[in-house]
């Protein structure tokens, strides 16, 4: 069954730093999401993408956030100056034809720890 | 912007009895709704979905129901298993938003 790949499965940072998680979607998805699911709570929604551009985005989404697809396979998340309570488990997504219309494949989650 | 409320936030039941999960949401314009069942330190799993326009669907033990005009929808496991023991959330998704929002999600233990 072809999986969402998302590196690397756990990542440590100094406060201010900046991260890049990445994710291989499965390769003829066209669209790609990125939530976060802080320990014990719900998933939440950050992103959504498509066709090169944001489709949507959250108000977690701020300008701290980034994503790109810098080539045909991998999405990134770039959190550009982390704060403490970016800590959580960042899922990245990906779907053959947008949210409401198949639901998603996630990937095994990066899970990042401010410190 | 819509709304998922998921109760309850825990539940435990018998090996061999039913669970029921509820959900309500706000927007009536949402019209998909999956399941995710998420085991410790794994991902979430779609394991079931219903549209607006299916008032029921059953999969094996597993069926959700919804009721658009008051905005409910429900995950009914029948005959349980210890493999049933996860994290499930309700989620929703409405035409032209291109995103999922989820309830906070039922801890359900099954007990031997």
């Known amino acids: 069954e072809p999986e969402v790949t998302q590196t690397p499965s756990h990542q440590v940072t100094q406060m201010g730093q900046e991260v890049i998680l990445r994710c291989v979607p499965i390769?003829?998805?066209?669209?790609f999401y990125w939530y976060r699911q802080i320990l014990g709570q719900k998933v939440e929604f950050l992103v959504s993408f498509y066709n090169n551009e944001i489709s949507e985005k959250s108000e977690i989404f701020d300008d701290q956030f980034s994503v790109e697809r810098p080539d045909g396979s991998n999405f990134t998340l770039k959190i550009r100056s982390t704060k403490l309570e970016d800590s959580a488990m960042y899922f990245c997504?990906?779907?053959?034809?947008?949210?409401?219309?198949?639901?998603?494949?996630f990937g095994s989650g990066t899970r990042l720890t401010v410190v | 912007g819509e709304n998922v409320e998921q109760h309850p936030s825990t539940l435990s039941v018998q090996e061999g009895d039913s669970a029921v999960i509820k959900c309500t949401y706000s927007d009536s314009a949402s019209n998909y709704f999956p399941w995710y069942k998420q085991e410790l330190g794994k991902r979430p799993q779609l394991i079931i979905d219903?549209?607006?326009?299916?008032g029921e669907k059953k999969d094996q033990r597993i069926a959700v129901t919804l009721n658009k005009t008051a905005k409910h929808f429900s995950l009914h496991i029948t005959e349980t298993q210890p493999e049933d023991s996860a994290v499930y959330f309700c989620a929703a998704s409405k035409r032209g938003d291109d995103k999922i929002i989820f309830g906070k999600g039922t801890r359900l233990h099954i007990l031997p």
């Open positions: 219903i549209r607006s326009n299916v």
């Open positions: 390769s003829n998805h066209l669209y």
């Open positions: 997504a990906s779907s053959a034809g947008g949210a409401g219309l198949r639901g998603y494949t």
